[in-house]
């Protein structure tokens, strides 16, 4: 069973042999004392009189150093001792034994990006010290054994990145001490346990890209310690509970790539230490809650291909480190907020695919790190403010379909990094600006229907 898992190839670092030259044989010796059967017949030839690079069993050396460990047949189970085993990065095969439940005083254990199949054994349960798990980035399969609930000391938990099936066991709930758990890209379904919320002392929980469906539980508002919550790419539905609203420590929330509708909760608007807020490709409806505009720390507020309807909210202007807001391919009307112009700080600007009026806000011009502007598809009918002229940053304007009139702005040729134009399908008279020619980084200029 052992020969499965633990055949060390090109193995450097089964314990972290740091020793220099002269102390590596003690340092296998020293590890051979944690064996529980000191006769074992294989490692007899581990004597202190004798030189670990010739002729101790299943020792390799490149240049007097200790470069390679393959003891197939000396059971991991005997290593009653270990409190700390990193096999990580190995090209480990097989499955992981259950003999694992005998190294009761193991505190660490990193198997992660190797090549190990199989179920996670319920004898795992049996680790009550352990405080690390980490067997991300394999190819393990099966569900997540009910008996890891057991772990009552584990801070981190890593089993990402595999192909385990199955529901987050409601057992985790008992994991009191539980720091980080990583769940995703695996193949998990059903619903998020309620019990979830008893991780008060959680920092992050991430569960994305998997198969989850059903609602998030209003439990989840218990999980106070939250910093990070990362539920995107499931099938996820139902309301987004207000309860997340008493996750103060928030600032990541990712709730996007799910079937959720309804509101948008305007409890969000207590997370004010959140940097980013993705809720797309959802089904939410309703105006966009003005309390939003009370997270003064928001970086990225991306809302894009949901059923969102009313005015964008006049508020927004006071996300003043806002790098991105996107809002496009929702039922959003009325005018632009011209106090979106505060946002000095913004980079990309996308609100196409909506039905506002009126004009472009000349207040844009203040958008002076502003790279992506993107507008296309909807009624603004005014004419393109000059002050658009003034975002030297501008490398893509898309204005395409907006029934635009007026002047073509002449002083477009100037915002030299511009690299793809689309004012197709509007009203705009005149002629093509000369400058335009000093447009060396353009790629696409689409230009048509003019009067």
């Not at 199949?117 to 405080?131: A, D, F, Q, V, W």
């Not at 990070?228 to 139902?238: E, Q």
């Not at 509007?426 to 696409?444: A, Q, R, V, W, Y």
């Amino acid at each position: 069973m052992v020969s499965k898992i633990f055949s060390l190839l090109q193995f450097f670092t089964l314990f972290t042999i740091t020793f220099a030259f002269t102390e590596e044989a003690t340092a296998l010796l020293k590890w051979k004392a944690t064996f529980k059967n000191q006769n074992n017949s294989l490692l007899v030839s581990w004597k202190p009189s004798s030189d670990a690079c010739n002729g101790w069993y299943g020792v390799s050396c490149i240049n007097g150093r200790v470069n390679r460990l393959n003891i197939t047949n000396a059971s991991i189970g005997n290593l009653t001792n270990l409190i700390y085993l990193d096999l990580s990065m190995n090209q480990i095969s097989g499955t992981i034994p259950p003999e694992i439940g005998s190294l009761a005083r193991l505190q660490t254990l990193h198997i992660f990006d190797n090549h190990l199949n199989g179920s996670i054994p319920e004898e795992i349960g049996y680790l009550r010290s352990l405080t690390e798990l980490a067997l991300s980035t394999n190819s393990l399969n099966g569900s997540i054994p009910a008996s890891l609930g057991n772990l009552n000391n584990l801070s981190y938990l890593f089993p990402n990145e595999n192909h385990l099936s199955g529901c987050i066991p409601a057992e985790m709930g008992k994991l009191v001490n539980l720091v980080e758990a990583y769940l995703e890209k695996n193949q998990l379904t059903g619903h998020i346990p309620p019990e979830i919320g008893d991780l008060t002392n959680a920092k992050v929980f991430y569960a994305f890209s998997n198969e989850l469906f059903g609602p998030i539980p209003a439990e989840i508002g218990k999980m106070k310690s939250l910093q990070n919550l990362s539920l995107h790419t499931n099938n996820l539905s139902g309301l987004i509970p207000k309860t997340i609203g008493n996750l103060t420590k928030l600032k990541l929330l990712y709730l996007h790539a799910n079937q959720l509708f309804g509101p948008i909760p305007s409890e969000l608007g207590k997370l004010k230490k959140l940097n980013h807020l993705l809720l797309f490709d959802n089904q939410l409806s309703d105006p966009i809650p003005s309390e939003l505009g009370d997270l003064k720390k928001l970086n990225d507020l991306v809302l894009y291909n949901n059923q969102l309807s009313g005015h964008i909210p006049y508020e927004l202007g006071n996300l003043k480190k806002l790098n991105d807001l996107v809002l496009y391919d929702n039922q959003f009307s009325g005018p632009i907020p011209s106090e979106l112009g505060n946002l000095k700080n913004l980079n990309y600007l996308e609100l196409s695919n909506n039905q506002h009026n009126g004009p472009i806000p000349s207040s844009f011009g203040n958008l002076r790190n502003l790279q992506i502007l993107v507008l296309h598809e909807n009624n603004l009918i005014e004419e393109i403010p000059s002050s658009i002229c003034n975002l030297t940053s501008l490398t893509v304007l898309y204005l395409s379909r907006s029934i635009l009139k007026g002047k073509i702005l002449q002083c477009l040729g100037n915002i030299s990094g511009l690299q793809n134009v689309m004012m197709s399908h509007n009203n705009l008279s005149g002629e093509l600006p000369s400058s335009i020619c000093n447009l060396n980084h353009c790629k696409f200029l689409i230009w048509v229907e003019t009067i």
